[in-house]
């Protein structure tokens, strides 16, 4: 069906699914399901007028405030609010940082599908919490980290053993500090960094003066070389993936250059000494 008011049809939609005694307004009679409009205008704290011209298309351009405050009225999801968003404004709201308590079973059923290939999921602020047993094995144990320890500008930054893994620590660290400051921006999540820049400005002269320079760079795609403490020179080829409705999160998975490196690596797995390795190498 062609429509040429899809804001106020998905307006009228997403009200009528919701459910007035829930929200406390009196049943009545009501001659349709869900809320009335005045009842969403009252909880949106805005004109009733104004949001009946809104659903009917003639209410002019709403400003990105009222538009939150009808997204909480009407209790939309992340999803929803971005396509009210753009629906109204032709444009995404305004990212909304939410921090990270960690991966769902499935997303990390998918980490666990690269055998060979060390995978991993940061969040905005770089702190890594969910990887697989080959991340385990060839990067870092993280398990064997405090929580607050699983941070990858913290490794690269504080860390010898991480430092003496990377063939090329200072291209390695530019990138980080670039790829950081891009991916907690995007995120919104520039309030939640400051403490960690801080805090990191103040252990690492290095990265005080990345931090100064303000490069920025995106993760994308590209080669990583490894000094591993038993496997000695390893090539991996990483690329960068998004976690769909999560701009807070990404996936990283590293695949080896070299088959006989990905064997090695499964023989290494199958000995059992992953963590053993793991707990000397870099992340």
Known sequence: MKTDNLLGEFLKGRRTCLDPAALGFPMGRRRTS?????EVAQRASISPTWYTWLEQGRGGD???????RISEALMLTESEREY???????????????????????LQRVLDAFQVSPAL????????????????????????????????????????????????W???????????????????????????????CGLSPEFAALWRDHQVHTHGEGLKR????????????YSAFAVDGRPDLGMVVYNPVHAMDAERIRAMLASGNSLMAGARAKG
């Open 34 to 38: 869900g809320l009335r409009r005045e």
């Open 62 to 68: 709403p400003s990105p405030e009222v538009l939150e």
């Open 84 to 106: 009210l968003f753009l629906l109204a404004l032709g444009r995404l709201p305004e990212v909304r940082y939410r921090a990270s308590a960690g991966v769902t079973p499935r």
């Open 121 to 168: 999921i940061k969040t905005a602020t770089w702190d890594v919490i969910g990887w697989n047993r080959a991340a385990a094995a060839v990067l870092t144990d993280y398990g064997a980290l405090p929580v607050d320890q699983r941070n990858i500008l913290r490794l690269i930054f504080c860390t010898p053993k991480v430092r003496s893994a990377q063939t090329d």
């Open 170 to 200: 200072e291209g390695v660290a530019r990138f980080v500090v670039g790829a950081f400051r891009a991916d907690a921006a995007r995120a919104g999540a520039a309030a939640e960094v400051a403490q960690l820049v801080d805090e990191l």
């Open 226 to 237: 490894l000094r591993h403490p038993v496997l000695g020179l390893l090539e991996l080829e």
